[in-house]
């Protein structure tokens, strides 16, 4: 049984902020952090932006105009035009491991979502007061450790996606982003504000801003270029699926431009809220992936008002974290709804329960199953944990690949004419982004792709 949607956003504001929503997540809050301390610092972040400018604006613009000249979930869409420009049925596969990247990043990414959750329970009991730097490691350990505990933050994190997305466009999306994004901003702003306090902030901000290139590997630059590709929520079903509820007067290029500035100002922010904080607690801003949940209660258990400071900062974290799960549960539910005959609200249920399903697999992997290798026998996978081999097959294959074929789809078997008239771009910009679309962005992905292999 096959049902087309008709539901589209009610207007550009409304589109704009639950694609800023989606591409706004963990990334920006947490791991943008890391990989600029990392990284050099502002010289990771100037590579960066001409990564996303060359690589993630077309791929973005891409994958909403599929969705927009398909009006329908990612793999219908993509079905739909291969049959209208005449192209091989394999494209289709753009469409089916989109939604397929989107239901396992999700799964996982709702425990991580639900760590954030349980760090406003310990930050708000003043958990992290006056523990030393084993203590907060012990901490987050033993969270890891408790199936129990695990299971009861990924199962309430879901249920707070899936409430969302049970509205629909209009009455889910729309109204879930037009009040987490704008707290989500004012929660910045004000955690910015208090770093501002801490004494180091001029240290921050110079960290940020200031570029150091001899401390630039190029593992840097590969990590600049993937993080371009992943933070737009590119390659994953989202943004095709949004796209299919676009109108046709809204301008894609200047709608992209928009959401590309916003996510990457969240992201600065988020530097700035973090880092003067690090400096004044002589804490490492590298400190890698351990920054949010290691490093920071550390801090906050040593500062006057801590716990307030810790508690806005985690629920600030699980704002980003929901709106982006809202997005990657929607293209599933998309699909179910219009080729089953579920209703929205069964079909979100059903997506809901199979990804809260899955997301045991990985609560698992980090005490009961921590031990279990499933690919232990092939070298490249020994020791890696089911929760590895996800992240692994979805952040390395599965994502990268679905993005390099819709924008080789795009630049290559959509005619120049057709193009233009939808991008409804001016001549010298439609043929920068065609360019870039064609080669720039392809090549960009490749690298990433090779050099994460």
Not at 371 to 395: I, N, Q, R
Request: hydrophobic share 55%; proline share 4%.
């Amino acid at each position: 049984m096959s049902k087309q949607s008709h539901a589209q956003w009610s207007s550009r504001l409304a589109f704009i902020l639950a694609a800023v929503g989606s591409s706004v997540g963990l990334g920006n809050i947490w791991k943008f952090p890391y990989m600029t301390g990392e990284s050099g610092g502002g010289a990771f972040v100037l590579i960066y932006l001409v990564c996303i400018a060359l690589v993630g604006v077309p791929i973005l613009m891409s994958e909403w105009l599929i969705g927009r000249l398909g009006q329908r979930n990612p793999i219908a869409s993509m079905s739909l035009l291969t049959r209208r420009f005449k192209r091989s049925r394999a494209w289709v596969l753009v469409g089916v491991f989109g939604i397929l990247g989107a239901y396992l990043i999700l799964s996982f990414y709702s425990v991580i979502g639900g760590w954030g959750l349980a760090y406003i329970e310990l930050g708000a009991s003043n958990a992290f007061a006056g523990l030393d730097s084993a203590a907060v490691g012990d901490m987050f350990s033993g969270l890891l450790a408790d199936p129990t505990r695990l299971l009861l933050w990924h199962s309430l994190f879901m249920l707070l996606t899936i409430g969302v997305v049970l509205g629909g466009v209009t009455g889910g999306l729309e109204r879930a982003t037009k009040l987490l994004m704008p707290a989500l901003v004012v929660l910045l702003v004000v955690l910015v504000g208090y770093a501002a306090t801490s004494g180091a902030f001029a240290e921050g901000v110079a960290y940020l801003f200031t570029p150091d290139f001899s401390r630039l590997s190029k593992d840097g630059v590969l990590a600049a270029l993937g993080h371009a590709f992943f933070t737009l929520s590119l390659g994953m079903g989202i943004m095709i699926a949004y796209g299919s509820y676009l109108p046709q007067e809204v301008n894609i290029g200047r709608s992209a431009l928009i959401v590309v500035v916003m996510d990457t100002v969240i992201a600065l922010m988020a530097g700035l809220a973090i880092f003067p904080v690090v400096f004044a607690n002589e804490l490492s801003p590298a400190a890698g992936p351990g920054l949010i949940f290691q490093t920071l209660p550390l801090a906050f258990g040593h500062m006057t008002g801590g716990w307030l400071f810790g508690v806005l900062f985690f629920v600030l974290l699980v704002f980003a974290a929901w709106t982006s799960a809202i997005s990657l549960l929607e293209p599933i539910v998309e699909w179910l709804e219009e080729r089953t005959p579920l209703s929205r609200v069964g079909a979100t249920l059903v997506a809901g329960a199979a990804t809260w399903a899955l997301g045991i697999v990985t609560v698992l992997s980090f005490n009961v199953w921590s031990g279990v290798a499933p690919l232990g026998v092939f070298a490249k996978f020994d020791g890696m944990t089911m929760f590895d081999l996800l992240d692994y097959f979805t952040s390395k294959l599965i994502l990268p690949l679905t993005g390099l074929a819709a924008v080789l789809f795009v630049g290559w078997c959509i005619g120049r004419e057709e193009l233009h008239a939808n991008l409804k771009m001016g001549d010298g910009a439609f043929a920068l982004w065609r360019f870039a679309a064609r080669y720039v962005a392809p090549l960009g992905v490749i690298v990433v792709f090779l050099g994460s292999l």
